[in-house]
């Protein structure tokens, strides 16, 4: 278990493996008491006076044999954590980019087919979707930010097969980052014109409905009947 080369092929997967490592852990940490009890009791035997059962020079190196064979265990099992807490970390990155890429994906589907509205109160709803939109935007962009540099932590590390597939993946989604935030801006000028064509419509309506009102007052043939209704 110890020297295998099971790294976990995904983060699910990873996790059971440090699971049953911690158990095994567990388990030699109890062999490692038992084990430095019994080489304590061995060697008093080395240091006995007298009658000796045994040559004290084979008791000394049985028991620094187990000794060193109980390091080695336990520096067996130092790494095998430290390349399963790596494999944590890597798997952990990819599903977040993962995560990253599927949140650009179906914000690049709705900014395709947005419209920007038929009418002023449509495009100020619009607008003001548009603005949460920014929001979100920001708030993952910060997310992705602290992604990008768990991905520059692993690859200082040098991990297996250079990293290509860690860099790879950062390049790509700094590019549909990139596209997304230009689409997320033409989205926004559009609505903009938009609101500033629908503005001036109803800005224009209401002055042709101002000017009718005035042309009919001024051109009314109704001069009043007396004082009060000439006021």
């Not at 798997?91 to 709705?110: G, H, S």
């Not at 997304?180 to 001036?200: D, K, M, W």
Request: aromatic share 6%; hydrophobic share 35%.
């Amino acid at each position: 278990l110890l020297v295998s080369k099971d790294l976990g092929k995904h983060l699910l997967e990873v996790e059971d493996l440090l699971q049953k490592h911690g158990l095994l852990e567990a388990d030699i940490s109890a062999q490692t008491e038992r084990v430095e009890a019994l080489n304590a009791a061995a060697l008093k035997f080395s240091e006995l006076e007298g009658y000796q059962p045994c040559d004290p020079q084979i008791i000394c190196n049985r028991v620094t044999h187990v000794q060193t064979c109980l390091e080695e265990l336990q520096d067996l099992a130092a790494k095998r954590r430290k390349d399963l807490e790596e494999s944590r970390q890597l798997w952990a990155f990819f599903q977040e980019m993962e995560e990253a890429e599927a949140w650009i994906r179906d914000k690049e589907k709705i900014l395709a087919t947005k419209s920007c509205g038929r009418d002023l109160s449509s495009v100020l709803t619009l607008t003001t979707k548009h603005k949460a939109t920014l929001g979100e935007l920001g708030h993952r962009r910060a997310l992705l930010h602290r992604t990008m540099k768990k991905g520059e932590k692993i690859l200082a590390k040098k991990p297996p097969g250079g990293g290509g597939v860690v860099r790879e993946k950062m390049r790509t989604l700094c590019l549909r980052w990139k596209k997304l935030e230009e689409v997320t801006g033409h989205h926004q000028r559009r609505l903009e014109e938009a609101l500033s064509f629908f503005q001036f419509r109803a800005d224009a309506d209401d002055a042709v409905t101002w000017l009718q009102d005035a042309f009919r007052v001024a051109t009314s043939d109704d001069f009043g009947h007396d004082e009060h209704s000439t006021k």
